[in-house]
């Protein structure tokens, strides 16, 4: 019987540290896997040398293959382009800085074969992450679970190992803009998560920001959830009851003990506060329809100037 293959998908965003080594550490701690491995490098637009060195590497390895975007379009637009030229039995999807354990790969095997179709892996500690980066993303999970239908779990990283079935449905949903912690849990099948600690990256310097993670978090939040939407009228009709009570409140209060100026500070106020409410929901509208409009222009995902994958 001929050997089942596993694709590795790789984005690599200014990585010219971390692949080589790379490279060797997957090969070397899965030796005993029964799969024939191919890896897929999707260079992200970096601004150092990692095109060459994944060049000098795939002429020094047969089994690697690469995409060369035309420039940064980030991480999740580098793991749609390898998903769509994987053509293993089962695909993983790997951080390039060793930050997801290579030696997993054995353990999420052995799971497929159990039956499991997504074998997914979950960090169980943050401790070597900034307090508030950690907070900021406890609550994230928080928020998104209780308001979407579409479970994400706290932890869970891009690391993940995939039957071929899998691969082939997250392919065929059309949506622009990616998000793809929720599409790998929006498609179903049976999933089943690892837990490891955290493991620091080998070289180089993480490319996430706090302001670029908060803004992934909303996109997120916006994709998978209208909860935001319905807040917005839920708010308005709140305002309006409370309108209503106090408009009879006062027309009693003054047809029983006549009229008396005051409560300026509580007009401005409320003045105040339905203006801001407005223009919260005013925002929250907002980021929906800027959704809707970026994605009827229906643009590519991202260009390759360059790649070495036999069409
Ligand atoms: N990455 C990418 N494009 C980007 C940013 C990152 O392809 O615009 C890649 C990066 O090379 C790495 C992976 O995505 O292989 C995770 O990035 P990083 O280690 O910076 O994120 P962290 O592990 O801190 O979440
Ligand atoms: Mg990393």
Same mark, same amino acid.
């Given at each position: ?12 965003y ?6 080589? /080594?790379?490279?060797?550490? *997957?090969?070397?701690?899965? !030796?005993? @896997? +029964?799969l024939?491995?191919? $890896? ?22 047969s089994?690697?293959k ?6 940064n ?58 307090f ?6 406890k ?20 690391y993940? /190992?995939?039957?071929?079935? *899998?691969?082939?449905?997250? !392919?065929? @949903? +059309?949506?622009?803009?990616? $998000?793809?912690k ?9 999933v089943?998560?690892l ?23 909303i996109?997120?939040?916006?994709n ?6 319905s807040?917005?009228t839920f ?6 009851l409370?309108?209503v009570?106090m ?8 047809l029983?003990?006549?009229e008396?100026?005051?409560g ?44 070495n994958?036999?069409?």
């Amino acid at each position: 019987m001929e050997k089942q293959t596993l694709s590795i998908i790789v984005p690599a965003y200014n990585e010219e540290e971390t692949l080589a /080594l790379f490279v060797d550490e *997957v090969n070397a701690q899965t !030796l005993d @896997l +029964p799969l024939d491995k191919t $890896f897929y490098f999707i260079n992200d637009g970096s601004s150092d040398q990692t095109l060459d060195v994944i060049k000098s590497l795939s002429k020094k390895h047969s089994n690697i293959k690469y995409i060369s975007f035309s420039r940064n379009f980030g991480k999740e637009a580098a793991l749609l382009a390898g998903l769509r030229v994987a053509t293993g039995d089962y695909v993983t999807v790997m951080d390039a800085d060793l930050q997801d354990p290579p030696h997993m790969l054995n353990e999420m095997y052995a799971k497929i074969l159990e039956g499991y179709d997504i074998v997914g892996t979950r960090r169980i500690s943050r401790k070597d992450e900034p307090f508030i980066r950690s907070l900021f993303a406890k609550t994230f999970y928080k928020i998104i679970n209780k308001i979407s239908s579409t479970q994400m779990v706290d932890g869970a990283r891009d690391y993940r /190992l995939m039957t071929r079935q *899998v691969v082939d449905s997250v !392919l065929e @949903l +059309p949506e622009h803009n990616r $998000f793809s912690k929720g599409l790998f849990s929006w498609v179903g099948y049976d999933v089943t998560y690892l837990e490891y600690k955290n493991v620091e990256r080998v070289a180089g310097k993480t490319s996430w920001s706090f302001w670029g993670l908060l803004h992934y978090s909303i996109d997120g939040i916006i994709n998978f959830s209208d909860a935001p939407l319905s807040l917005a009228t839920f708010i308005g009709l709140i305002s309006f009851l409370i309108s209503v009570l106090m408009s009879l409140f006062y027309t009693l209060k003054t047809l029983l003990w006549g009229e008396v100026v005051q409560g300026f500070p509580t007009l401005i106020i409320l003045i105040l506060m339905l203006g801001g409410l407005q223009l919260l929901s005013l925002g929250i509208i907002g980021k929906y329809l800027s959704k809707v409009f970026l994605e009827t222009k229906q643009r590519p995902n991202y260009f390759i100037k360059e790649d070495n994958i036999e069409k």
